[in-house]
Nanobody, 116 residues
Framework: QVQLVESGGGSVQPGGSLRLSCAAS????????MAWFRQAPGKERDFVAS????????YNAKAVEGRFTISRDNAKNTLYPQMDSLKPAGTAVYFC?????????WGQGTQVTVSS
């Protein structure tokens, strides 16, 4: 079992940047393909980006391609996204989970609001 805690959200103006964090407990994080998801108000939760255990084979959804950099530090059991050139459409609650999401791993998420 892995527990995931997201943090680092906040309010930012369009064009701004944010770096979120996802802290994982447990000893299996370094073996897992991890991903970020987001859920905008009134919409379903969508996939954003994923990263293999060794940090390779990064895949980004088209909506964030070129603006969203996912990374991980296995020594710290932490997953990151660096989000640049944020758009109002990026307003959402951001979650981390395994690439094939496990129901019991969903955390509270962290709110990101992009607004002028």
């Amino acid at each position: 079992q892995v527990q995931l805690v997201e943090s680092g959200g906040g309010s930012v103006q369009p064009g701004g940047s944010l770096r979120l964090s996802c802290a994982a407990s447990g000893q299996t994080f370094s073996y897992l393909t991890m991903a970020w998801f987001r859920q905008a108000p009134g919409k379903e939760r969508d996939f954003v980006a994923s990263i293999m255990p060794n940090g390779n084979n990064i895949y980004n959804a088209k909506a964030v391609e070129g603006r969203f950099t996912i990374s991980r530090d296995n020594a710290k059991n932490t997953l990151y996204p660096q989000m640049d050139s944020l758009k109002p459409a990026g307003t959402a609650v951001y979650f981390c989970n395994t690439y094939l999401p496990r129901k019991g791993y969903w955390g509270q998420g962290t709110q990101v609001t992009v607004s002028s």
